[in-house]
């Protein structure tokens, strides 16, 4: 790899094989690792979305109905902020769990934030966090970049799905679609 001018920040604590390291805008390389489909919907169902207000519509034989009226501005507005919510809840845990670096030493990186009144948590995760998101992200582009590939990092491969097709019996034609499709991805 000569004449890459990227650098290594952090500590690696190695969790699987087969890690993907992405090259982020300010040169910094980061290994990603899958985050569990399984966990992400378990931390999305942490957030109770509101439900819609129930309304009473007369029908055209003179009887009533109840309908759910998910055009209630209040309801809208209750909606949107929980699904926020619960995006920012899912960005933290897989920065978090899919990025396999930890951070420096504190003095290497904390410097510059404590001088302009950052509190630095005690929380290894939230440091962790604050780390991902004061040094390894420098552009908005940074953080698209590390959760797709986290998110990427957790699909599975052509040979997997490939796999997977010649354990079946009868039609697959639509698993050999699945698997053409990802290797043209």
């Known amino acids: 790899m000569a004449g890459n001018k990227s ?3 952090g500590k690696k604590q190695p969790v699987f094989d087969n890690p993907l390291e992405v090259t982020l805008s300010n040169g910094v390389r980061v290994n990603i690792r899958p985050v569990p489909p399984y ?5 999305r169902g942490t957030v109770t979305l509101p439900k819609p207000p129930v309304i009473k519509v007369k029908t055209a034989w003179g009887g009533e109905e109840e309908w759910l009226n998910e055009s209630d501005a209040t309801y809208k507005a209750a909606l949107e902020l929980a699904e ?10 897989e920065f978090i769990l899919g990025i396999e670096d930890e951070p420096p030493p ?8 404590t001088a302009f009144g950052v509190e630095i948590p005690e929380d290894s ?12 992200i420098a552009k908005g582009i940074d953080a698209w970049k590390l959760i797709n590939a986290i998110r990427g990092a957790a ?12 354990s079946f019996r009868g039609d697959l034609s639509w698993l050999k679609a699945a698997a053409k499709e990802a290797e043209q991805s």
Not at 126 to 134: A, D, F, M, N, P
């Open 39 to 43: 966990l992400i919907d378990r931390i």
């Open 84 to 93: 926020e919510a619960q995006a920012a809840k899912l960005w933290k845990a």
């Open 155 to 166: 699909r599975p491969t052509k040979e997997e799905i490939s796999e997977l097709a010649e």
């Open 106 to 113: 504190d003095k290497e990186w904390t410097e510059n934030l």
């Open 125 to 136: 995760k939230e440091k962790k966090l604050l780390w991902i998101e004061t040094v390894l």
């Open 7 to 9: 650098k290594k920040v």
